[in-house]
């Protein structure tokens, strides 16, 4: 079992739907929790970042943090095509210059104009 | 944000050289930095962790001798893939820890092709 598992897509939206991306992981030691967004053929780029459980939210998006079930979801309001790329969820287990992430596969999202 | 660049941004060699990717932090001091590998429609993982004056941390499966790291300023990290084979062709992203912010910043990626 991968320690983290997220839906690869693709998902294919209309423009102004909202989205909502998924990742469950294994391993109860994760605390810090991250969504990238990623370009093709580019480096990852910060989206939220989350502390243990509890939502946060920044502009069009909400992160979601359920420890208890092990499940992170990321909401995207009013989805633009702009929006279109790859989501990967990755956590680790410790903050500061040690934090190994861990990734998950990455969901690739198309909002369709 | 913070700017990591990579050099070069895409690589194709012959099977059995070497070749050597730098990854640099432009406005900011990195003491650590990260490279990861990423295969199509896989998630990034993460090879080695690179540490400023010292030697690199290796991820469990990844071969030292092979894919060599030197973190010689605090700016710059080279990761070299050393007797190159056509299944380390992939995309090699690094990352450098902004310790004021508490972020990594990745960089835009090689994609390293061997024939």
């Known amino acids: 079992q991968k320690e983290v598992e997220q839906d690869p897509g693709p998902l294919s939206v209309p423009e102004g739907a909202i989205v909502s991306l998924n990742c469950t992981y294994s391993n109860s030691a994760f605390q810090y929790f991250m969504w990238y967004r990623q370009y093709s053929r580019k480096g990852p780029e910060l989206l939220m970042y989350t502390y243990s459980s509890g939502n946060k939210e920044d502009g069009r998006f909400t992160a979601q943090v359920d420890k208890s079930s092990k499940y992170i979801s990321l909401f995207i309001r009013d989805s633009q095509p702009s929006d279109s790329a790859t989501y990967l969820c990755?956590?680790?287990?410790?903050?500061?210059?040690?934090?190994?992430?861990?990734f998950g596969t990455g969901t690739l999202l198309a909002v369709q104009p | 944000g913070a700017v990591v660049s990579q050099h070069p941004s895409w690589v194709i060699c012959k099977s059995g050289t070497s070749v050597k990717i730098e990854c640099r932090s432009l406005?900011?001091?990195?003491?650590?930095m990260f490279w990861y590998r990423q295969f199509p429609k896989q998630s990034l993982m993460l090879m080695a962790t690179?540490?400023?004056?010292?030697?690199?941390?290796?991820e469990q499966g990844v071969e030292k001798d092979k894919f060599l790291i030197n973190h010689a300023s605090l700016t710059l990290s080279t990761l070299t893939v050393t007797s190159a084979h056509p299944e380390d062709s992939s995309f090699y992203i690094c990352?450098?820890?902004?310790?004021?912010?508490?972020?990594?910043?990745f960089g835009p990626g090689t994609r390293l092709t061997v024939l």
């Open positions: 690179s540490n400023e004056g010292s030697k690199a941390t290796y």
């Open positions: 406005d900011f001091q990195a003491t650590t």
């Open positions: 990755a956590m680790s287990a410790s903050g500061g210059a040690t934090n190994k992430l861990i």
């Open positions: 990352s450098a820890w902004e310790s004021t912010g508490n972020e990594q910043f």
